[in-house]
């Protein structure tokens, strides 16, 4: 397109995620524009009757605090003549009219990028509020932020509008966990590195770990969160990324679609969750005083905490479990993977590859050596590469949100999550959750700052392993 100016339209402008994510991101990228290119320009979109210069004044702190590029009045003072804002309910369509008028009058020569930055509630009236206007191709993209919908059925429909309104090629689905640096770096270790390459199998690998612990709790999202749970809030979207990043056949180099859909037939391959396996393979939790927390409700029986073990129906990875688990209010924020490879004779410590992803960034293997001196006993050591301890390389790396806003600017469909993938997922977490259900929600209680539900740590440990942490040896 030759469209070379971006608007970055934010509804659901005054909200959490716009004040410590989105207006910071654009910040950092503002200071990164290169020569002779036009920054991202923010339309606000909010509910409250605040002016320009007032939104500008109360967003200030946020960029203040979460920026990563060092923040300086002289740098905010250039930024802030990007910031608009726009006072409208989004929910009622007539409004609309209105916004457009104000398009057409203040950015008639700009590309619009739509974030919808809402619980999707809000999502129907969005997409039906822009529909009203026909937006010639590539004027307008869309960036939705998950869950997609409520379920799999609410899902299909919001898509469906939303492709015959922009275009599928022009709605981008984020997953912020598509933008951490080592979630990328999962398919560089895997591909670029005949080692790791010739042996990511069935015929070699034992068991796959997969852990995103959180020490925060819902906080104010209480409302969202108790109709969402651990399922559709991380496993649904974050975690079945890296799953299927981890497991997926090497992509043709030559599409940018090819990871996606590499991706995709991993998702569809996995076997759903099976009544008989419910109880060996399921384990949801929730964590004492969940239900006192504002917007949720007394007796909720949401998890705040899941943790399954899924198999992959496929050749490569017959028969070998990825035990996955995440929770709220636990001991430690801590996201990492761990390759369990088998033992090369039973005497000996089997191999084992972790990824770090959060909060520390690297690489880990363990591996057998003859003990040093006279003993002939084999003994497990450590190779470590920490990422994160290295300054330059941690202060370069952009924030998840930066790197995704700039990639639908840039038009790289292929590091967001695209249709087919959210539906697959969807149906597997929906028929689960289902079962779970049908079988009367058993939730195990934990209490907050602790390792989450004993019950999961025997789950993990009848496939012969443990939750290992970045930290252990
Ligand atoms: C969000 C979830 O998508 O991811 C939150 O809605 C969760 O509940 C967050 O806390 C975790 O993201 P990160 O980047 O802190 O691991």
């Not at 492709?163 to 997953?175: A, L, N, P, Q």
């Amino acid at each position: 397109d030759d469209i070379e100016k971006d608007l970055l339209v934010i509804f659901g402008g005054t909200g959490d995620l716009t004040n410590r994510k989105l207006v910071p991101a654009v910040y950092n990228l503002f200071n990164q524009v290169g020569e002779g290119k036009e920054p991202m320009r923010v339309l606000i979109i909010g509910r409250r009757d605040w002016t320009r210069e007032e939104y500008i004044e109360n967003v200030k702190p946020w960029v203040k605090q979460f920026s990563r590029l060092e923040y300086t009045e002289e740098k905010w003072n250039l930024f802030k003549d990007q910031l608009d804002y726009y006072k409208m309910d989004i929910s009622n369509i007539e409004e609309y009219k209105g916004l457009f008028e104000y398009f057409d009058s203040h950015y008639s020569d700009y590309r619009m990028l739509f974030y919808y930055a809402v619980a999707p509630r809000f999502f129907d009236p969005i997409t039906r509020g822009l529909g009203q206007k026909e937006w010639t191709e590539g004027r307008a993209k869309v960036i939705v932020e998950k869950p997609f919908g409520e379920n799999l059925e609410d899902a299909k429909r919001l898509f469906k509008d939303m492709e015959v309104m922009f275009g599928r090629d022009y709605i981008y689905h984020i997953d912020h966990y598509l933008g951490k640096e080592m979630v990328q770096n999962i398919t560089t270790l895997r591909f670029d590195n005949m080692i790791f390459r010739s042996c990511w199998n069935k015929d070699y690998i034992e068991s796959v770990e997969i852990s995103a612990r959180e020490q925060v709790g819902v906080e104010t999202r209480g409302g969202y969160y108790d109709k969402s749970g651990a399922m559709r809030d991380m496993v649904q979207n974050h975690l079945f990324q890296i799953l299927s990043i981890l497991a997926m056949e090497m992509p043709e180099k030559d599409s940018p679609y090819a990871v996606t859909v590499a991706q995709q037939n991993v998702l569809q391959a996995i076997k759903p969750m099976s009544k008989e396996n419910l109880d060996k393979h399921l384990v949801m939790g929730q964590y004492s005083g969940y239900r006192s927390e504002d917007k949720v409700d007394p007796e909720s029986k949401t998890e705040t905490y899941a943790a399954m073990a899924v198999f992959i129906d496929n050749p490569r990875w017959e028969g070998v479990p990825f035990i996955i688990r995440t929770g709220k209010k636990l001991d430690k924020r801590e996201t990492n993977v761990v390759i369990n490879f088998k033992k090369a004779n039973e005497n000996q410590f089997a191999n084992r590859l972790h990824f770090h992803i959060q909060p520390d960034e690297g690489v880990k293997l363990s591996f057998n050596i003859k003990t040093p001196g006279l003993s002939y006993d084999t003994q497990k050591v450590d190779m470590d590469f920490c990422q994160s301890c290295d300054v330059n390389a941690h202060a370069n790396t952009p924030e998840a949100y930066e790197r995704l806003i700039k990639a639908v600017s840039d038009g790289q469909h292929f590091l967001f999550s695209q249709w087919p993938q959210i539906e697959y997922s969807w149906k597997w977490v929906d028929e689960a959750v289902n079962l779970w259900k049908e079988a009367g929600s058993r939730i195990c209680l934990y209490e907050p700052g602790t390792r989450g539900p004993k019950e999961a740590d025997d789950m993990i440990e009848s496939f012969g392993t443990h939750w290992y942490s970045s930290k252990e040896v």
